[in-house]
Every structure is written in C-alpha cells, then in structure tokens.
C-alpha cells in the first residue's frame, strides 16, 4: 500500500486532476509521514558531531587534484619560502655598505669575483668592493645583501664594475624565509584551496594535503534495472539513477564509489550496502520501491548496525520513498526509484551533508525571486516541488509551471528550476512572488 | 634589458617606494608594451572564429563524467523513453473501457489471467473483460491501457476482481515515449549538462556525449625549477606554477596536459612545445623570463608555424613578461615564472579562453563593491593589481591593499580579491569605492 502511495504522490501523470480527484487516501496515509524539515532535524539530531561540523571523509590528496577541497588541519611550511637569499632582477650582486656615497660623478668601483646562473649555487664569498654577475632568481653569494640594477652600473676595465648610485640592503633580493618561515601556519584549517594556494604548497614542497573530500557510495536496485551502457530488453529499463547521483556527487566536490546494480533481494542488497558502509561516508541505494523491497531496506539497515532507521516516509511530492538511517555513525539513504524524485530527495537530503564538508565547489545557488506566470493547485499536508521555466521580460523573472507529469525526466531535463510549494498552502496563484531554486 | 625591467615590475619588493623611485627606466620600456584590452584584443581577432565562439576542444566525454561540461551538438534521442508502455503503480492492468460506468453498487468484474513484475516481458494480452495484477514500474501487457489502484479493487472469488470506480485510458500508466520520443531533441548544442540531464542520457542509452573539453598542456621551463615532489638543492625552486595551472585549468572545466619540467635550451623547448601543439588545444609555457630564454619563446614560436608571435611584453604589474601567439590556429601562451604574475595573466588572458568553450563550471565571479582602506600608489602607464584582504563592517565591505612584496605568492594567499588600477591612474586612494573581484 505504502508503494502505491509513493507513485501516486511522486508519479502522478497529471498533478493537477490527480490532486483533486484523490485527496482521500493521500490523506490517510500523510498523517504518518516526516516533513522534510522534521526528516533533515532527525538526521541531524542523530549524526556524530564531526559529521554534523563537516569533519569527515578527510583522507590525503595530491595538491594538484585538491583545488576546491577544503583543508582539514592547518599546513605549516615544512620550510622557508624562498630557501635562500635571490636576486630579483639581471644585475650585480653586491655589500651595499660599499656603494653607500656612489654618484655617477663618484662611482663606487666593485671587483668581480664571478657568476652566478640561475640554479646554480656559487662557489665563492663576496668581500669588501667584490661583486658578481647575477641572474634573476640567481642565489645571493655569501657576503652580498643586495643587487643593483645593470643600468645604473659601467664596466670598468676587464674584471670591475662602476656602481653609479647607492644600493640599500636588501634592494632587489628576496631574502630567505621573506615569503614563507618553516613552521609557519602557510594556511588555516577549513580553507578552501585556490590556485594560489596549490601554487603555495607546491613551492614548499607539499605534495599532498589532508582534505575533506567525503566517498560516496551509489547503487541502484530494482529487478527491471539494467545498466545504462546495456541494451534493453522489453520490460527493461535503462539505470538513469546511478549516472546522475555519481554526477550530482562529483559536482559537490565529493567521491563517489560506484556499487553498481544490486537485485532487491534481501542477502545481495545486504552484502551491498555492508560493502557501502565499509568503504564509503555516506551510502546511497536507490530503488527498491516495490512492496517487497520498501520493505526490505529498513529491515536490512536496521540490522547492520545502530541506530538503524531514522525515519521512513517524506511527506513531499515527488519524492516520498525515502528511508533515512544511520549506521555506526555512517548515514544510509533509501532514495526512490523515480529519477527525478530521487535527484529532488538528494538534493535535500544528501547535498546538504557534502556542503557541510565544504567539498562544495560552490554554495547552494541563491534563489532567483519571480512571479508565478500561471495558477497551479496543490495538495495540502505535503511540500511539493514544482519544476518551473524561468524567462525574463521587462527586468523582471517569470516562472512557468511546467505541467508534464512529473515522473518524467524529460519535465526537470525542461526546467530551469524549482518552487517549493508549502505543505500547509493548496496551491500558488498567478501573479504570486516565488522563491525559485536554480536547477544548475 | 627587458628581462630586468620585467623582474623589476613584477617583482618589486616595495611597490610604493619603488613606482617614485624609477619611473624614468620604466616609462622608456613600457611605451612598447601593449594594454592588456590592447593584447586581448590583438589575440581575438587573431583566433580562429570555432575558438572565438568556444566550439574547440570537443571530445566525447563518459556522461558520468561530463557534469557541467557543454554539449558541442544538439542530442537526438536513440529511442523512446519509456520504451513501452509502463504502469506507475502497484495495481491491475486493465481495459479502461470495461470500467465504464463501475462504483460501489455496480462494480466491473475482471477475470485475472495473469501478474506482471518489474522488469518482467508479460507473455500474455488482455482481451475483454480481464485485468493483470501489476507491479510498479511492470510493462504493461498487450490489450492493457490503463492500471487501477489496488485500493478500487476487491477480489472476487479465486481469479476474479471487481473494480469500484472507472477507470480512464492511461491512467497510473507512463505510456511509451510519453517522456521522450526517438529522434526527438532531447539536449540543444551549447547546454551545459546538469545532473537530471546526465539522468535523462543516462535512461536513453546515450553512454557518451561530444562536450567541449579543451585540453591545456602545461610546462614550467627555468634552470633553477625541480618538480615539486623533489628535494630541493641550494639554487633550486620548487616548481610552482605547474601544479596551480593545471589546478586552475580544471576548475574551468578543462583538462590540463602535464609536459613537466623543460630546460630553457632551444632544442627541447622546441619539442616540447611542438608535442603540446600536436596533442592540445592551448599551450602553456610559464618562466623562462632569463635574458635568453625570453629571447628563445617568440623565435621558437614563430618558427613552429603561422601567425607566430602576437604580442610580445604587456604592460601589467605583477605579470609583464608575456608572450602571445596563435600557431595553425592553437594559442600559445610563454607566461611569466613568477608564480603570482603566472596566475595573474592566466586569469587575465587563458581563463577567457576556456570560459569561451563554455567548459568553465562557473561564470567568473562577480565583483565585491568596497571601500579602500588605505592610500595605494601606482605608477601611470600600466593597470596594476593590487592584491586586497576584504572585511565586511556595519553591512559594508572594505578593501585592504596587501602591501607585501607582489612577487610572493604568500600576498596571494593571503588576499581575498583582486584591484585594478588602470593604467592611467597614478594610484588610488583611501576611501575610494573599488570593485574588488573575488579570488575563489
């Protein structure tokens, strides 16, 4: 019975009548079911503070793939940035105590003692009145403390130069440690890596850095599923849930793992999900809402550890098939089979915990406000998800309702958002202000 | 003389005591050096008009893997979805005609000839007057067109049912191609692929898509460079730019090509970057910017096919060592090697690129209006880009210039945006009203 619900509510092949017609046994059967806000305040209440603070799935990455992720534990510099005194420009390396006074109608006159190319490190000491050819980015000689430019500088006879201008400490040299000292925090705890920052850790010679980068497991269930690279026989039907979760995942700077096609029957969807929650952060299954199968996941979640189920049933259409449970600390997800009330389910369910981890790529996008170009009934007692196209015109957002059923991938494939409809409200009018969700 | 000057722009150690110090040395070079609008400009008019409009890099890309990626070509439908006609609930199968006129007191009675499970090929049809008890998601059999909720029913005798309430054509029936129809567009060219999309290809059988996935080779040159995962010796860097380029290239959506280190000597600088033109879409090459080395990019470039060089030095701080050039219709782009002045002209001159093919995951992100802190000098001649921390203060944001020296990526890391001053600004001052754009 709980099935059949469930397609009503998430399949319904036209809201609009459907919501009219069968108000009775929808009723009936709400009463029992968690709003999506109590479904979310249950699962948080349950989950271990670090789950809940974002604090999981941390492992190490390789700086190159880790740009978005967000940092784990402070990295201090394993050492100093730049590891030796360099010459910022093409010049001579010098003592700028023994230009102090130069003029161009008083030069100072330097000896040179050699050369150093960028890379190298020199094999000499500069002296009083000695200096070297320098390369930018060439490693200051011992002895010199700054550089002068070619251009304020003559040769003079075979081995010395003309300084024609007085020269600072420190002029033109990047000094050991200027950038980065070993031991000091290079970046915070919870930091979300930018270019710059890879750029950062490379130069100290970080080559991995702890992130929160949470692994995902997704399998589907469901007996008429096949795998979506396969050809379908009559009665078949292409797995679209495992392709868009794995997607939805990545897009959230997340992991997934995939566990492929699992028949609902009880020992391979046990096996399955013990393998999820041996490997993964979070498991997904999708499917199973045949009578026998809704049955089967709760049973099956609750056995593998505590506290099993959190909650059976979201009062929100399309979605309602869900089962949320928790097992030694790993959230478990019983999406539905429909694709799009299962994309909707993980985006309210699911997506919320990967932000939390900050492996988001970017925030939840910002609502765009609009006005509701067309009335549209619903049934009081559940939220409901409408997919809605959005034009401007005149500098102002209008949102469609788009009235396919809603079973249809083809419906979200059409829309360019949602506006979530209230559980106490029968429905939204014409020329009313909605809050409409990017679908991005 | 430019490789000096290019070190001294991009790299001073005091930006404010400097820009008064010496501006007769610079003003000379930089009467020479193009705007960057100026080599923007010179480099779109150069490009082929398929990079121009972004429809470059096209691959076929694994759906799985092609989340936010931009479909180079509408994508018909291989088939129909559903691919036959589906029930949406658990019920009975049935002839709509044959409940005409049925309720409580007069209920239709249907003859049971058979069961449907998900996935199963029924091996019978429905002739008049009989009904075929059906799972959510079963294929509906031959003669069926219409499936009645289980809570309509009650069964009659061993093999019968009465239906309590009529029941019309299609109803709690998906019918074949209703969400999609073969040959039917389902995705337009230039759609950038959200997870119900992936969904939909997913459920038609398309396993891969030709997205625009540009792929960017990348090589760091410089005689003091080591990769980065090295120890280093005294002398040597580590290298920088290679690993933030190709973390910065994959947030654009694009695929980066690690060429790894060059030695700034002709022959293998030449091979490198003929194997990048042959296997990439844009090449990069950050550093080389000692004397010889930034003579050896444009002769190299120029060499290896036609136009050759575009633009050769622009008049930016940090960044000024740039060589631009189209080589058969690739771009390729000598970037300079100090690690800042290297993401900096990236984002100024490569970003566009890939943004063009749409593969970027998210538009350049918009700029923070705020309030300058403190007084920051610049010199007239070139536009500067002046690394800022943002605070926000009683509902407004406030710019801080971070005055350490530009040539450390440490000022990078720690700044939250970035300032342009134009080139024929001589500065900016506290107070100011600055649009800072965000480095995320």
């Known amino acids: 019975m709980a099935d059949s619900q469930s397609a009503h509510l998430s399949a319904s092949k036209d809201a609009v009548t459907l919501a009219a017609n069968h108000i009775t046994p929808m009723s009936r059967e709400l009463r029992h079911l968690k709003t999506l806000d109590e479904a979310r305040k249950i699962l948080w209440e349950a989950l271990p503070a670090r789950v809940r603070e974002g604090r999981f799935g941390v492992r190490p990455v390789e700086i190159a793939e880790a740009l978005g992720l967000v940092l784990d534990e402070e990295i201090p510099s394993p050492t100093d940035l730049p590891p030796f005194d360099r010459s910022l420009m093409d010049g001579y390396a010098l003592r700028a105590q023994d230009t102090f006074g130069a003029s161009e109608g008083l030069p100072a006159y330097l000896k040179l003692v050699g050369e150093v190319q960028m890379g190298d490190t020199p094999a000499f000491a500069l002296s009083h009145n000695q200096a070297a050819r320098i390369a930018t980015g060439g490693m200051l000689p011992e002895g010199a403390d700054a550089v002068v430019m070619v251009e304020y500088t003559q040769p003079w006879g075979d081995d010395s130069i003309e300084v024609l201008r007085p020269v600072a400490p ?5 000094r050991r440690a200027d950038d980065v000292r070993e031991g000091q925090a290079i970046l915070p705890a919870g930091h979300r890596l930018r270019p710059q920052d890879i750029s950062a850790l490379a130069g100290l010679g970080v080559t991995t850095v702890p992130v929160r980068l949470p692994r995902v497991a997704v399998l589907s269930t469901g007996p ?23 997607a939805a995942i990545r897009s959230l700077g997340a992991e997934p793992l995939n566990l492929g096609l699992v028949t609902d ?7 399955a999900l013990r393998r999820g929650l041996a490997e993964a952060d979070i498991v997904l299954a999708s499917g199973g809402t045949s009578v026998g199968a809704a049955d089967l996941m709760p049973d099956i979640i609750s056995s593998l550890g505590t506290p099993g189920v959190l909650v059976h049933g979201v009062a929100v259409k399309p979605g309602k098939p869900v089962v949320i449970g928790l097992v030694d600390e790993t959230p478990i997800f019983g999406l539905p089979g429909h694709p799009t009330s299962c994309l909707l389910i993980f985006r309210e369910l699911v997506a919320p915990l990967l932000r939390a981890a900050g492996g988001a790529r970017a925030a939840r996008p910002r609502p765009v406000r609009a006005l509701l170009s067309r009335n549209y009934p619903s049934q009081a007692g559940r939220e409901e998800f409408v997919p809605v196209r959005l034009e401007e015109r005149e500098g102002e957002w209008h949102a469609t309702p788009l009235l396919g059923p809603s079973a249809l991938i083809s419906t979200l494939v059409k829309a360019d958002g ?3 409809i209230p559980a106490e409200a029968e429905g939204l009018y014409a020329g009313d202000s909605v809050d409409v969700e990017p679908l991005e």
């Open 265 to 271: 029957e009880e020992e391979p969807l046990r096996d």
């Open 418 to 420: 949602l506006v979530c």
């Open 170 to 174: 420190g002029d033109h040299v990047v």
């Open 224 to 246: 008429e599923i096949v795998p979506h690279t396969d050809p379908v026989s009559p009665g078949k039907i292409r797995d679209m849930n495992g392709p868009a979760l794995r």
